[in-house]
């Protein structure tokens, strides 16, 4: 990025199932400047999961560890299992001029806020309960008490929605990603991220 600014920091949260993961994958895809966080987690890594790509994958131990020397921006117990964004990690890209998208749950996006940090923080909806459980049911080899489970955290988190920026429901991926990139765009040319690329073009204006 030419004149570099600080990047700005997204979050993003939704219900298990409400399709985020893919549709930040799409929208880092089609979005230059625009990086996915990549967390830490206890939880064992599934089929097709990759260490350092999906997830870091970590014990339980060594994620205690990490949280007891303050090493985590935000962390949260999801499903029984831990889950956390570096802190260090995030300054990084940040300082480097890309934006940041934190792909985190309701806790995690209150931690974020707690600490004061700015970001601009985006929910995606599901269409409704009904599909969020076909979606539940459709994509995954988790037992009936899990998907019970599941759904009962996403009634909690989708009454949350009113403490973010934005909110984007996802019916279909394609529109979606367009919407969110909509937020990205918007975000971007908002005067406090352009202040000081407009301050050197006004300079070049002066006597
Ligand atoms: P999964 O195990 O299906 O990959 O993720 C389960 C949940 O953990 C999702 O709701 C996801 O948003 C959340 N999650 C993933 N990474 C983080 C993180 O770094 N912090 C927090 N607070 N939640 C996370």
């Known amino acids: 990025m030419s004149n570099r600014r600080r990047g700005l920091l997204f979050i993003v949260s939704a219900p298990s199932g409400a399709g985020k993961t893919t549709l930040v994958e ?7 400047h625009l990086r996915m966080s990549r967390s830490y987690t206890s939880r064992p890594a599934r089929v097709g999961e990759c260490d350092g790509v999906d997830y870091h994958f ?20 999801v499903f029984g299992n831990l889950y956390g964004t570096s ?16 792909v985190i749950d309701v806790q995690g996006a209150r931690q974020v806020r707690r600490r004061g ?8 909806m ?15 080899k988790d037992s009936e008490d899990q998907i019970r489970r599941r759904l009962a955290v996403a009634r ?5 929605f ?10 279909e991926l394609s529109p979606s990603v367009d919407r969110l990139q909509g937020i990205i765009l918007a975000e971007r040319a908002r005067l ?11 300079r070049t204006f002066e006597g």
């Open 26 to 32: 799409r929208l880092v895809e089609v979005t230059p």
């Open 58 to 77: 970590i014990t339980r131990e060594r994620f205690e560890a990490m949280v007891a020397v303050g090493e985590f921006l935000e962390w949260a117990d």
């Open 87 to 102: 802190a260090a990690d995030t300054e990084r890209i940040l300082d480097s001029g890309s934006d940041l998208v934190l």
């Open 117 to 124: 940090m700015e970001n601009v923080a985006i929910f995606v």
């Open 126 to 140: 599901p269409p409704s309960a009904e599909i969020l459980e076909q979606r539940l049911r459709g994509r995954s």
């Open 156 to 160: 909690q988190e989708v009454a949350a």
């Open 162 to 171: 009113a403490e973010y920026d934005y909110v984007v429901v996802n019916d």
């Open 192 to 202: 406090r991220a352009m202040r000081g690329e407009v301050e050197t073009i006004v």
